[in-house]
């Protein structure tokens, strides 16, 4: 079981916005530690997506953006595209564990 | 570009080692922090741990499952960091990923390609 849950999978039509939660806890998220998000798509390593919770890197399309408040994070992914099809992972730092973690990922469907 | 290479994957017996290689470029690798995770085939992402860098003693840090078996090491004239992984178990049949870390706290870019390891008799 991951530390920071994530739902396993989440679907939506072309050009349809979705969101993805990332919940944490007080020992992540809710301390303050920056929550990131990782796209992997099918056969591939992941890639970064998503940094400093809400930070695009360069290349990564405006219609992807990231949020935080308290305890939790979300992704939300406009005008969605077939090629948008990937696993994504929320990513952050635990002090509890003293160590990174990982959310469990969410499979996106494109009808 | 910045770039991560790992090798030394394989097929191991339960039981045995195994030592993996990332040669980084295209970035300053003695200032940066690495990181190694893995992901069993089908299977979400796990961190395995990390090495930061010379600036910070080259302090190690490891994920609970591998604490003791596993070790981290670096070398910086080499560009080069390294995970050894002894007394392998089945569960640790992954693909094992390096990526970079810039500063404490920041985020993980960019990933290798990741190298497959198989423990199995």
């Known amino acids: 079981q991951s530390v920071l849950t994530q739902p396993p999978s989440v679907s939506g039509a072309l050009g349809q916005r979705v969101t993805i939660s990332c919940t944490g806890s007080r020992s992540n998220i809710g301390a303050g530690f920056d929550v990131h998000w990782h796209q992997q798509l099918p056969g591939t390593a992941p890639k970064l997506l998503i940094y400093g919770n809400s930070n695009r890197p360069s290349g990564v399309p405006e219609r992807f953006s990231g949020s935080k408040s308290g305890t939790s994070a979300s992704l939300a992914i406009t005008g969605l595209q077939a090629d948008d099809e990937a696993d994504y992972y929320c990513q952050s730092y635990d002090s509890s564990l003293s160590g990174y973690v990982f959310g469990g990922g969410t499979k996106l469907t494109v009808l | 570009e910045v770039q991560l290479v790992e090798s030394g994957g394989g097929l191991v017996q339960p039981g045995g080692s195994l030592k993996l290689s990332c040669a980084a470029s295209g970035f300053t690798f003695s200032g940066s922090a690495l990181h190694w995770v893995r992901q069993a085939s089908g299977k979400g992402l796990e961190w395995v741990g990390h090495?930061?860098?010379?600036?910070?003693?080259?302090?190690?840090a490891y994920a609970a499952s591998v604490k003791g078996r596993f070790t981290i090491s670096r070398d910086d004239s080499k560009n080069t960091a390294y995970l050894q992984m002894n007394s392998l178990k089945t569960e640790d049949t992954a693909v094992y990923y390096c990526?970079?870390?810039?500063?404490?706290?920041?985020?993980?870019?960019?990933w290798g390609q990741g190298t497959l390891v198989t423990v199995s008799s």
């Open positions: 990526i970079r870390q810039e500063y404490d706290g920041s985020f993980f870019d960019p």
């Open positions: 090495i930061r860098n010379k600036a910070n003693n080259y302090a190690t």
